[in-house]
């Protein structure tokens, strides 16, 4: 194959889930039907890698230096749910049940991947704990031996300056039937039971 | 979602396979993780869209005037495989059973969609036919309705300069198993079938 396809090819591997086969299927895709849409793409990361870059205040991605979650001025300032990733903040948005802000780790503790507090932005999470501003912050990271640690280290955090912390529920969910519920999970679900009242 | 980083997501729409999941799920992960990797895509993107085109002999994606496999003095001119697409020329080169040349169509005739012979570089494939250096062509089209009507058309235009035209063998895929083979395709390896000692 040509070394410009070859290349491109393995470039187009700096994408996640992207093989070898698939990204030959890219390639050839482009080069016969989408070179305008090609263009485009290059336009477009370009411009991203040009200007996004992180907030000052939640480390979310943003092209501005204070992100649109935070200069909101309709989002409570006084409720904090603190995340793993960009991916995260999406997801809870698209459930429209929370409307206060976030602040993005960027990663997890996880002392074996060098990932220490200040990795994950722990300098900048106390700075606003100090400001006095915080009623509550959500501990939403990911049910992992890393988000677990993670949720622990803030939680500390919190209880120095007297903020309630508080961890989102797991257990079964929406949809799923027990019987494929894995048993971890299930155990999550029977020990997070709650009255049917509530 | 920042304007930037939707504009990117919609961009990466342009990759067959992507849909706007794993869009965003590559867009956090280029701009998290790997912007270097995002920049040699620009770079190996835009080399591929300026300076890859296609061979003037058998009209493969080529960043040379005349193709890797028609500039190959080791190479069989005088026998010549006919696919839809370069993809095709790379999976019978991976073959390692073919030491002739190609001609990559680009399609297939098909008039709903405007493909004509024309389209598919019929008028450039017969200039080569009435050279008279040709012993054999292949077709190996993909077996559907469209690439049966253009093993037709082609079969007859090389009658005209009388060469015989061979057509790869269909029926059950090595490794496949009887059972979970379609009918069609089990049709075609009862009536393609051949003698033991062959």
């Given at each position: 194959m040509s070394p410009l396809l070859q290349n491109l090819i393995q470039a187009l591997r700096c994408l996640p889930g992207i093989g070898p086969k698939s990204a030959q299927r890219m390639v050839f895709h482009i080069l016969q039907k989408d070179r305008l849409g090609a263009r485009r793409l290059i336009e477009a990361l370009d411009a991203a890698l040009e200007k996004v870059g992180y907030c000052q205040?939640?480390?979310?991605?943003?092209?501005?230096?204070?992100c649109e979650y935070c200069s909101n001025p309709r989002r409570d300032p006084s409720v904090l749910c603190v995340v793993e990733s960009p991916d995260d903040v999406i997801a809870i948005e698209s459930s429209q049940q929370f409307k206060g802000q976030y602040f993005v780790?960027?990663?997890?503790?996880s002392p074996l991947d060098r990932m220490g507090p200040e990795e994950i932005g722990m300098p900048l999470l106390e700075k606003r704990f100090a400001?006095?501003?915080?009623?509550e912050v959500i501990l939403a990271t990911n049910p992992t031996v890393e988000g677990e640690a993670t949720v622990h280290y803030i939680a500390e955090m919190a209880r120095t300056y007297k903020i309630p912390a508080t961890r989102i529920a797991h257990g079964v969910p929406m949809g799923g039937e027990l019987k494929y519920i894995d048993a971890g999970t299930l155990a999550q679900a029977l020990s997070g039971r709650r009255h049917c009242a509530e």
């Open positions: 205040e939640c480390r979310m991605l943003s092209e501005e230096s204070i780790l960027m990663g997890h503790l400001l006095g501003a915080i009623r």
